[in-house]
């Protein structure tokens, strides 16, 4: 159901949470207030406010972990997608230290990769997976690699590097995987339920329309805040949209570069 809300257009998606949340914060006051305090005594009235103040707290709490926390994995997936070109680029570079014609080959190798998972990888993280394409690609880049024979000290040493710089590009890779395939925070449910609480407290009160168009305000709020952490549980399609754009820049540096020249060690 999440991934089917998220698949609509943003402000779609973000209308139907926010209606959503409108209606059950509405249904749930009004019920409350004709269930269970109809007929409230003073008592009854003090000791629900008491309970309300408490839960609304709490509620607001846990709402600002749970954004916090999605909002923090965001900006980390994102370092990784930035990381992961930084390394592409590094490796790149370091073929250029190689003067073979395999070199050359591993270069370009490496270009197709990028394109691939430009083109493939970011469609395929929108239905939690990974394009076999750029996976076969990989593979074919690291044994490239391993087949590279480096014919001094100094391409020894930048062979280590390479072999290093293709597994840290796998383990980038799947770490938007498994953030594609993350489910939304737990707290979430919590939140939900706490706003349910807290609907159920005011019923307390009296039907008024001014109380009532604030009720529709305030969980019109809670609607948007909710459909941000579900989309930002999903960052590769709604509301964030992480993008391939380090990915892309590298990509057209590596095309615009001249092809590596035989250098003297």
């Known amino acids: 159901m999440v991934d089917r809300l998220l698949e609509l257009p943003t402000v779609i998606g973000c209308l139907i949470v926010m209606g959503i949340a409108v209606m059950v914060g509405l249904v749930t006051y009004l019920g409350s207030y004709r269930l269970l305090f109809n007929r409230r005594s003073e008592e009854q009235a003090d000791a629900t406010r008491a309970i309300f103040l408490a839960i609304g707290l709490l509620v607001g709490l846990f709402l600002s972990l749970t954004f916090a926390n999605v909002v923090v994995e965001l900006n980390t997936i994102k370092r990784s997608v930035e990381r992961e070109a930084i390394t592409i680029s590094e490796l790149h570079h370091k073929l250029q230290r190689f003067d073979s014609s395999q070199a050359d080959l591993i270069q370009t190798l490496l270009i197709t990769y990028t394109q691939a998972a430009i083109e493939n990888d970011w469609p395929a993280l929108a239905n939690d997976r990974l394009s076999d394409q750029t996976e076969h690609l990989l593979r074919q880049l690291e044994l490239a690699i391993l087949d590279l024979e480096p014919t001094n000290v100094v391409q020894e040493k930048s062979w280590d590097r390479l072999i290093t710089d293709v597994d840290r590009i796998a383990d980038y890779r799947l770490s938007r995987l498994?953030?594609?395939?993350?489910?939304?925070?737990?707290?979430?449910?919590?939140v939900c339920c706490g706003f349910f609480l807290t609907m159920v407290c005011l019923g307390i009160h009296p039907p008024a329309r001014s109380l009532i168009v604030l009720i529709a305000l305030y969980m019109t709020f809670v609607g948007l805040i909710i459909y941000l952490i579900l989309a930002f549980s999903d960052p590769f399609q709604g509301v964030p949209g992480i993008d391939p754009a380090p990915l892309e820049y590298v990509l057209q540096q590596m095309q615009t570069e001249d092809p590596p020249t035989p250098q003297a060690w």
């Open 178 to 190: 498994e953030q594609a395939l993350a489910h939304p925070p737990f707290f979430l449910i919590v």
